[in-house]
């Protein structure tokens, strides 16, 4: 019987094995964390893989290539005017849509007026600036912008996914609609909520052969077990970056390698900078000063990852300012306190302001982070020794925005004193980054979640959002970084390293895309010939 | 049937439909009283880069707009028409998405109360008969340890013993992703991956039962009809099973008719640990992301589970236990 039972067994294994071609890996499991819809572009759920795997079925105009630097992929050539407002593309013409449509201007068209008219919440934004588009022929189109736009290439172009119009013309609510018809490399075969998602090439792909003939996504909802699975040989790789802990055990297990990459996301603390006594700057540079983050690096992080930029841009960024460095001194926290007027006058341990107000604090973390609850707690332990009560608030992560960025609308305040808080890597990517970040006006400053005011900084934010040339951008930045490290409205503790671990006899073509990972188009097929 | 029967049953009737009311109500507040909006979950990650306007338009779109007595008329409405509504994240009705989770919830927590109450039946009634003998400690030991043993952490070593560690069961899913089964295969492929989840809540249930049926065993032991039964040189066998069983498994049977109308909340933990689709990996999901019409279309089954199997339990314990009918 048993026997039987393992002949059917192999016999339906063989019978469904799908057959690379030459030259192609056969099949793939990756299991990621969390459901990503229909993985079409209304869909998907998460930034990251979420938008990247979604990228296999619906491809953008432009494709960032592993040092983020956008790259023509749809488009076959394209040109500026002098003014940076007349954008003409012209799209290769063998285009197929999975059903065998040919994908042309007018698809490109409709999708851009789509999701000016279908809410989404990353690409309505990206394209405000849009003020026509035309299209000549099957593969001609002009977009004419109201202004000049730093970030355009990389948002909308390299971004925003194009939908076949004869499919998505007519639906309403795209967020109810479930259709996973694209151009790209791969076709979804198949979907199970909850439990997976399948993956298999485009044959008629324009752009050449995909690396792999047949991806499996299996949802796997526990880190732990996720690694587990890893190791067991149950799955080839996971889109989870690998937490520093198993990072020795995973090198000398035999059959698996270790990529580790710049990571963009950051781990910071932020201040409520309208807080009636963290306003004061010299108060923010003393807890500063206090919280060691070499050492956080070394003790949270095991040394897989970068110590903090007060400028917030990464080391590896091409617009980082080296001039920014921050080096903290717990007797320089000290000495700060006691010039400002800082001192313990009840001798209970805890610092007073000079209105006898105490520095003590709430310190808001999300619970479900071991890092940012271990970080939070050094970062209590280190005030406590310079006189400041900080007391750590594990909560959920629904809750902490609620406090810290409630309805995710800067307009609408804050309720918070710190918090150890984070963006992911994307926001590092934005080309109007530190705008976002520190703009005064809450409708251009949409994450300045610690309500930071500079008007030099508002006027340098202005002119880099307008601003489309690479050098001036860059000098931009840097003036912004030197301004944004003086105030410290937050204090960058560290970006954790992107760390991947995978199966090479599977699949050894990964391309780690810097800042982000392994899970990136580039991992499974090379950019178009022109 | 005579009046008092159906004024039983109507009073019963009248105090099911007075809980459900108070539920259907319960379940709209509750999702709505947890700090936190669901607005990412409906328009995406980058919802801060949103204007007022496109806020609006996403809250009006989904009724959020309105005032709370207004959008629970609407529930309610909606309710009355059998319709559950659509998932805020998901975008698709709620009633297939639980329908796709209710057969692995059935099959995982169904399955695991029966094994555990039969087993825990059997291992209580046993220790209770050998009260003091070694079984009777060992066994006692064992219970009490698996009752307070947290089910993530159980699930954890079964996983490192038999899956990771011995290579026997797969670890994780409630079949092999994205393979094409059909007849044996298939069956051996869900009974593979169902074992560790279904052995971890087994483990988990089996001494809840175990305590119970041995303390009302030994009660029932102490019976002078026990003695009497003994006394007439009734086998001791036939005093464990036709006399004294029979009747020490009334609370058991209370407590399994209880659970029963649990099966369908499905095993959150465990269902969460394994990544099994359940509906207890749906409701924890739900609440993580703030999907209100989810956590109340979840809430209502198994609420209305709960009442069903109430209810059955009302019907049936006149038929088990004869001391409780009524004239």
Redesign the interface.
Known sequence: MRALVLVLISALLVLCAPVPSPGQAASLRMAIGRDEGSLNPYTYQSGYPGWNLMTLIYEPLFAPDADNIPRPWLVRRYTVSPDGRTWTLALHPNIRWHDGRLLTADDVKFTYEYVRSHTHSRWTPQVRLIESIETSGATTLVMRLSAQSGGFLMQPLADLPILPRHIWEGVAEPRRFNDSTGSGPYRLAEMRDGQFYRLVANDAYFGGKPKVREITLPIVRDATVTFTALRAGEIDTTSRALSPELVAEFEKAGGLKVVRGAGYASTILQFNVEHPILKDVRLRQAIANAVNTRLMVRLLLLGYGVVGSPGYIHPDSPFYNPSVAFAASKSRAVQILNEAGYIDRDRDGIRETPDGRPLRFNLLTLAGNPIRVRGADLIRTWLRDVGIDARVVAQEDASIIAQVWPDFDVCKGRNFDMAVFGWSAPVMNRATNLRDLFHSDCRYGTINIGGYKNSEVDRLGNELAATAEPARQKRILYEMQKAIAADLPVHVLFYQDGIYAYRPERHDAWVYQKGQGIVNKLSFVDPPRR | MDSAVWRFFAGRGAQYLLVLALTVALNFALPRM????P??F???????????E??A??YA?HGLDQPRWRQFLTYVANLARGELG?SF????PIAA?IG??LPWTLLLVGLSLVIATALGAALGALAAWRRGSAFDLGTLGVAVFFESAPPFWLG?IL??VF??GL?WL??????T?????????LL?DRARHLALPLATLTLINVPGTLLITRYSMLSVLGEQYIATARAKGVREQDVLRRHATRNALLPVATVFMLNLGYVASGATVVE????Y?GVG??LY?AV?N?DYPVLQGTFLIITVSVIAANIAADMLYPLLDPRVRRR
């Open positions: 947890m700090p936190g909006s607005l990412v409906l328009a995406g990650e980058d919802v801060g880069f949103l204007d007022a496109q806020r338009q996403l779109l659509y994240q998901r975008g698709r998405m796709e989770r954890m996983i490192a899956g990771a290579g797969p670890i994780f899913g409630a079949a992703a994205g393979q094409a089964l059909a007849g044996w295969a051996v969460t640990v394994f990544s689709p990996r749906l999901e993580l703030r």
